[in-house]
């Protein structure tokens, strides 16, 4: 929907990722430039050296430790947060390394890594204690527990470097796994725990703070958090996240942060938790009022429309029970109808259009509000300007709407009148300028839902003589025939051998007869089949 912010271990190389433990997977997955990546892991790497030089002693004096316990004290939550979350992230990229090396039999690699995870665990624990004066029973277990299977693995992974006998150590290699496996579980258990207690104390300081930094500094806390995978985002719901953060969405003294607060409650919608506790405490009522309070800034309904977007998602199988949803439509439609029409930016029309565009999903009903809302021409007017329809994801969502709404025998006019008939022939030719694999996709479904849409109209003699007339058949022809038209997507050729048929009983006359043959005569899955096996021909 939108380029942004809108989740048993068998050692085999990367398949090892896929088994580790929350939240090992995802931060392994961060996506950061390599070069900074490297300048911030930098001192944690370098730390951690030392210590395995001096065999995990510390190395400060006594003034220096305390000296360093003082400063760390003043650190925020939502610095602590990030602190770990980047140990948490090497130690994950070091025991899945581990799983490579030892898959490949590298024992002395596997050895040296071992030592370093086994320091970087050490520092982890050490640096957390030091700004968590009230960690749980439990949590202080799994350290306990972690540090001596650590402990254990580098006593294994020493002694194979003491051997060489093969079969020794292919004996020794189920051993090694099993600990590896352990020590995964037992890291991805206590950062769980970790996590869970910050997000408590980050819940906790927006529930009892009426200090716009402080209440700032905590859902920047959560956000980020939401940004490592559907499973934080279900803790942060279950320990009271959406509750806390749609207490401030309600108090004007927070207006300057409601983007921020809405962007986080968006991210953790992703989850069936989320929408659940959303429901349970009014938040779509919250929604509709920020969405039709023409006093809040447009930022802040862009981020409400997102909400919105995210909660309506076709691609969630738990939204079709928000009963407070239905009873709000009429209202929310109407304020992001309004909101596209008025949109200053690409982005803040990408969020509402999405939105609309996913409600046409939700409920059949909406297709008419928008008819009588006179959004056909709003859009159509839109997709004019270069500046607020500026991307494929724009218009694929433009275009979801045209396709739901011309279900309706109304809209044929309505596409008329706003020469919508040259804007889907326009969307049939989108190609991605990047290459980018996420472009590319978002202008296939707009191939396929324009194509879609022509057939659909097309049922309307008015459309099928505009659209024949603006040469449309030739370009469903070479859509069908030239797989890098369409980018090879099977679906977008079904969509225009429909297309294609449809207009061909108007105008059999503007088909040659191989074309006739191959793709209107034939049952179209035989169409289908011919067109998928073609060889292009360079010449």
């Avoid at 862009?302 to 691609?315: D, G, L, M, N, R």
Wanted: one cysteine or more.
């Amino acid at each position: 929907m939108k380029k942004y912010r809108l989740r048993s271990m068998s050692c085999q190389g990367d398949d090892y990722l896929d088994s580790l433990p929350l939240p090992v997977q995802r931060m392994h997955l961060i996506q950061v430039d390599s070069v900074q990546r490297w300048m911030e892991d930098l001192k944690l790497m370098t730390d951690c050296e030392c210590m395995c030089i001096l065999q995990s002693k510390p190395i400060s004096t006594e003034e220096d430790a305390q000296s360093e316990l003082i400063l760390s004290s003043q650190h925020s939550a939502y610095d602590n947060l990030q602190l770990l979350l980047k140990r948490t992230w090497i130690i994950s990229t070091e025991l899945t390394r581990i799983a490579q090396k030892l898959e490949k039999n590298r024992w002395q690699r596997v050895h040296s890594m071992t030592v370093r995870v086994n320091c970087h665990v050490r520092s982890m624990i050490n640096e957390y204690n030091s700004f968590t004066r009230n960690s749980s029973e439990e949590m202080h277990q799994f350290e306990k527990l972690l540090i001596e299977k650590c402990s254990e693995f580098t006593a294994v992974t020493e002694r194979c470097i003491q051997t060489e006998d093969e079969r020794t150590l292919q004996s020794m290699k189920s051993c090694i796994n099993e600990t590896l496996t352990t020590v995964a579980q037992y890291f991805g258990q206590l950062i769980e725990l970790a996590l869970t207690y910050e997000i408590q104390n980050l819940v906790r300081q927006i529930n009892s703070t009426d200090n716009i930094y402080v209440t700032e500094s905590s859902t920047i806390g959560l956000f980020s958090l939401t940004q490592e995978g559907a499973q934080l985002c279900r803790i942060i719901a279950k320990e009271g996240g959406v509750v806390a953060l749609f207490k401030i969405c309600r108090q004007d003294c927070f207006r300057c942060l409601y983007p921020q607060t809405l962007r986080t409650l968006a991210s953790i919608c992703c989850v069936e938790e989320g929408i659940h506790q959303l429901e349970k405490v009014d938040g779509i009522l919250c929604l509709a009022d920020i969405l039709t309070d023409r006093t809040h800034s447009e930022a802040t309904r862009a981020e409400a429309a997102a909400v919105i977007a995210q909660i309506t998602s076709p691609h969630l199988t738990f939204t079709q029970h928000l009963s407070s949803f239905l009873e709000n439509m009429e209202e929310i439609v109407t304020a992001l109808v309004k909101l596209c029409q008025e949109a200053s930016t690409g982005e803040v029309f990408l969020l509402a259009s999405a939105a609309l565009a996913n409600i046409t999903f939700f409920d059949t009903m909406a297709c008419e509000m928008l008819l009588h809302l006179n959004a056909m021409k709003i859009l159509l007017a839109a997709c004019a300007d270069k500046q607020i329809v500026d991307t494929p994801y724009s218009r694929d969502q433009v275009v979801t709407i045209l396709a739901n709404m011309s279900v309706l025998d109304q809209c044929a006019s309505e596409i008329i009148q706003g020469n919508g008939v040259q804007l889907l022939m326009e969307m049939l030719f989108e190609r991605s300028s990047s290459g980018n694999s996420a472009e590319v996709t978002a202008c296939e479904r707009v191939q396929q839902k324009s194509a879609v849409t022509l057939a659909r109209l097309s049922r309307d003699p008015e459309v099928a003589h505009a659209a024949i007339k603006l040469r449309c058949i030739p370009r469903l022809i070479e859509l069908c025939r030239s797989p890098a038209e369409r980018n090879n997507s099977d679906s977008v050729l079904v969509a225009c051998l429909a297309a294609l048929r449809r207009l061909a009983v108007m105008s059999p006359d503007g088909l040659e007869d191989s074309d006739f043959q191959q793709l209107v005569k034939p049952r179209l899955v035989d169409s289908f089949l011919l067109c998928t096996n073609m060889e292009e021909s360079f010449v």
